[in-house]
């Protein structure tokens, strides 16, 4: 029984030393470390602790992947990291007196880039499109302008000109809009979303034919 515990004290305190002995590649949290070790270098799932703590994935020496870094004046961050920074969506916790301030959204090599990853996103397209451009314009404050045209050519045969491509219902999912205008010009029919709140995803049917957008930052936009 004696030489039994005496043999597991021995393997936890190898283990230990194990982890002490890999390499941590941020300086910030460099002095003591526990966890998944490869080629003497952090990887896998691990805690390095020094002026600031990370608790989380490890690759090369690095935070990579998920995990939590905590600073020392007790700010936090949780989310995704890529070669010690981070890199991907996440939460940041600024630590307050009173309650948590948390700032959600998405980083870029190590800057915040906004709540969305992207300004628009197109969702859906049917196949009857030929073209769906989604484009930030200059005018009136936070509106939608979708400009449709039919690129079909005259009829051969009577030479009539193609049907018009009216929007024929559409519904908003997420955000909202206080006026609507419609107009056709040419060729071409327009309708006119003023007012709008974001973000802001659309679906737009042209009687079989539709597409769904999504509007994640303010300003002007053209479809």
């Given at each position: 029984m004696k030489l039994l515990l005496s043999f597991s004290f021995l393997f936890i305190f190898s283990c230990s030393v194990f982890s002490q002995d890999c390499e941590v590649?941020?300086?910030?949290?460099?002095?003591?470390?526990?966890?998944?070790?490869?080629?003497?270098?952090?990887?896998?799932?691990?805690?390095a602790e020094g002026v600031d703590m990370y608790d989380g994935s490890f690759?090369?020496?690095?935070?990579?992947g998920q995990g939590?870094?905590?600073?020392?004046?007790?700010?936090?961050?949780v989310g995704n990291f890529k070669k010690g920074v981070k890199e991907g969506e996440g939460e940041f916790h600024f630590k307050k007196t009173e309650?948590?301030?948390?700032?959600?959204?998405?980083?870029?090599?190590?800057?915040?880039?906004?709540?969305?990853l992207r300004p628009f996103e197109i969702i859906a397209k049917s196949s009857g499109f030929n073209r769906l451009d989604v484009k930030p314009d200059v005018g009136l404050a936070n509106t939608l302008t979708i400009?449709?045209?039919?690129?079909?050519?005259?009829?051969?045969?009577?030479?009539?000109?193609?049907p018009?491509?009216?929007?024929?219902?559409?519904?908003v999912s997420q955000g909202s809009y206080e006026?609507?205008?419609?107009s056709t010009k040419d060729k071409t029919t327009i309708l006119v979303l003023t007012g709008l709140k974001f973000p802001f995803e659309?679906?737009?049917?042209?009687?079989?034919?539709?597409?769904?957008?999504l509007i994640s930052k303010e300003g002007v936009w053209n479809i």
């Open positions: 590649a941020i300086a910030s949290i460099q002095g003591k470390y526990t966890g998944g070790c490869k080629n003497k270098k952090a990887d896998g799932v691990g805690k690759k090369s020496g690095y935070p990579y939590v870094y905590t600073y020392k004046n007790g700010d936090f961050f309650a948590d301030s948390i700032v959600k959204g998405f980083w870029k090599n190590d800057v915040y880039v906004g709540a969305y400009v449709s045209e039919n690129t079909i050519r005259n009829n051969s045969i009577s030479n009539a000109a193609p018009l491509p009216v929007v024929t219902y559409f519904n006026r609507e205008e419609r659309i679906l737009v049917n042209y009687g079989d034919e539709n597409f769904q957008v």
